[in-house]
């Protein structure tokens, strides 16, 4: 059972697009984190929200925490071939289980030209 | 800073045979952890630590083995590599335990390992 639900698992679009990725729970996550992965390489961390409902911008890419923390979303505005990469959340466990983090299966981006 | 190394890069195994992943940090990181990566399936934890001499087990520990005598470093055994462990593996480290603040978890370059 995943613990994180991403979607969609394959996105591919056309250069100036807007797309949205959702990660979704049913656990409350302390923080939850956007990584980017490129072929070959380890993911790379891209923003970490921890406050219900809280919104943070990294340029053209728009990250929200949901109220209950349970679920999060990544809208990217006008989408560029640069932004072409597997985009993967992550959520830190609470309590008695501090120090784990649970990844979703991720979402494969694919910006075409 | 080389941030987070690992070694080696490539790794062809025998069904059976014991190998040894290296992880090493140079950031004076308390927690480090060990992820795999199989197609489809994100990153799943395997062992991680909180500090010298202390670790615990992820969601995958099952044919692997940790330990953590040093902040600087944290090998992964396997003990009798299985084809079922055919994936890359990643190593990563964080200043501090997630869950206590925007912690930044840094990711090595991954070791892919095939065994036959």
């Known amino acids: 059972t995943q613990l994180l639900e991403q979607s969609p698992q394959f996105l591919s679009i056309q250069e100036g697009e807007n797309l949205t990725v959702y990660c979704n729970s049913s656990?409350?996550?302390?923080?939850l984190q956007w990584y980017r992965q490129e072929p070959g390489e380890g993911p790379v961390l891209l923003v970490t929200?921890?406050?219900?409902?809280e919104v943070k911008k990294l340029k053209r890419l728009t990250f929200q925490f949901g109220d209950a923390r349970k679920d999060s979303s990544l809208h990217i505005t006008a989408a560029q071939p640069g932004d072409t990469g597997l985009y993967l959340c992550?959520?830190?466990?609470?309590?008695?289980?501090?120090?784990?983090?649970?990844f979703g299966r991720g979402t494969q981006l694919t910006v075409w030209p | 800073n080389a941030g987070v190394t690992q070694t080696p890069k490539f790794q062809v195994l025998k069904t059976g045979q014991s190998m040894t992943l290296q992880c090493a940090q140079d950031?004076?990181?308390?927690?480090m952890s060990w992820y795999r990566q199989d197609p489809g399936m994100g990153l799943r934890l395997i062992h991680y630590?909180?500090?010298?001499?202390?670790?615990d087990q992820g969601e995958v520990p099952n044919g692997y083995n940790v330990s953590r005598s040093t902040t600087e470093d944290f090998p992964l055994r396997l003990l009798s590599a299985a084809p079922s462990q055919t994936s890359v593996y990643f190593c990563?480290?964080?200043?501090?335990?997630f869950g206590r603040g925007r912690e930044t978890q840094y990711f090595g370059p991954g070791t892919r390992l095939l065994v036959l």
């Open positions: 990563a480290s964080s200043y501090s335990i």
């Open positions: 656990s409350v996550f302390s923080s």
């Open positions: 929200v921890v406050t219900g409902g």
């Open positions: 992550a959520g830190a466990d609470r309590g008695s289980t501090l120090g784990r983090l649970y």
């Open positions: 950031m004076n990181h308390e927690y």
């Open positions: 630590s909180v500090g010298a001499g202390i670790t």
